[in-house]
């Protein structure tokens, strides 16, 4: 059972686009939505954090809006550029452990 | 300030082989986990200790899974004997002792790419 739902799979946005990917839970118990960005051949890093007190949070180009009722949370990232190309990974935190979604694959193309 | 380490980056064994990878976490952070990502699929937990004991060991797959965090510094995961299916990114986390707040950020380590052949 995927208790973290994330799309698209990939997407590819223009240089100076505004690329959105999404995430549903499940669970309520969850009170941490982080999301990740991984480069080939590194870690997954932390690019911004909400706790579910708040429906929007940014920082810089990135903004994570959450919508505790549906259940869903989404990161937008504004003026997107070619250095973004990454996977993006949401996630969702309860005691102590985070349940992934899948993944999202962003090409930003120049 | 170093970052979280683990060692090898790449492993290929052939069935029924033992592989044992390591993880040295943050210095300072108590809490320390084990996640791994099957191509395609989403990064899994695996488990989670905080110092030396393990707090929640729900995700390991099997008993072909050990383990261990001497001393609550450096951790191993160890798989005997490894089977096909445990092929996969197998990464290492690591987060200071929350304060009031159940979850932190947890700081990833690059991961230990295993091949099962």
């Known amino acids: 059972q995927q208790q973290v739902k994330q799309s698209p799979q990939s997407l590819i946005v223009q240089k100076g686009g505004i690329s959105i990917i999404n995430c549903a839970y499940e669970?309520?118990?969850?009170?941490?939505f982080p999301w990740y960005q991984q480069f080939p051949g590194k870690g997954p890093a932390l690019l911004i954090a909400?706790?579910?007190?708040?429906s929007e949070k940014k920082e810089g180009r990135f903004t994570i809006s959450f919508n505790k009722s549906a259940k869903q949370f989404s990161l937008h990232i504004m003026d997107s550029q070619p250095g973004d190309s990454a996977t993006y990974f949401c996630?969702?935190?309860?005691?102590?452990?985070?349940?992934f979604g899948k993944g999202t694959m962003l090409l930003v193309s120049p | 300030e170093a970052g979280v380490t683990q060692f090898p980056s790449h492993s290929v064994i052939e069935k029924g082989q033992t592989v044992t990878l390591r993880c040295d976490p943050i210095?300072?952070?108590?809490?320390l986990y084990w996640y791994r990502r099957v191509m395609g699929k989403e990064i899994k937990f695996l488990l989670h200790?905080?110092?030396?004991?393990?707090?929640?060991e729900s995700g390991m797959p099997n008993n072909r899974f050990l383990a261990e965090r001497t001393g609550g510094t450096y951790s191993t995961l160890k798989v005997q004997p490894a089977e096909l299916e445990d092929s996969g990114v197998y990464f290492c986390?690591?987060?200071?002792?929350?304060?009031?707040?159940?979850?932190?950020?947890?700081?990833f380590g690059p991961g230990t790419r295993l091949t099962v052949l």
């Open positions: 210095s300072g952070h108590d809490n």
């Open positions: 986390a690591s987060s200071p002792l929350a304060r009031g707040r159940r979850t932190d950020t947890q700081y």
């Open positions: 909400i706790r579910p007190d708040v």
């Open positions: 996630a969702a935190g309860g005691y102590s452990t985070l349940t």
């Open positions: 669970n309520t118990a969850f009170d941490y």
């Open positions: 200790f905080v110092k030396e004991s393990k707090q929640d």
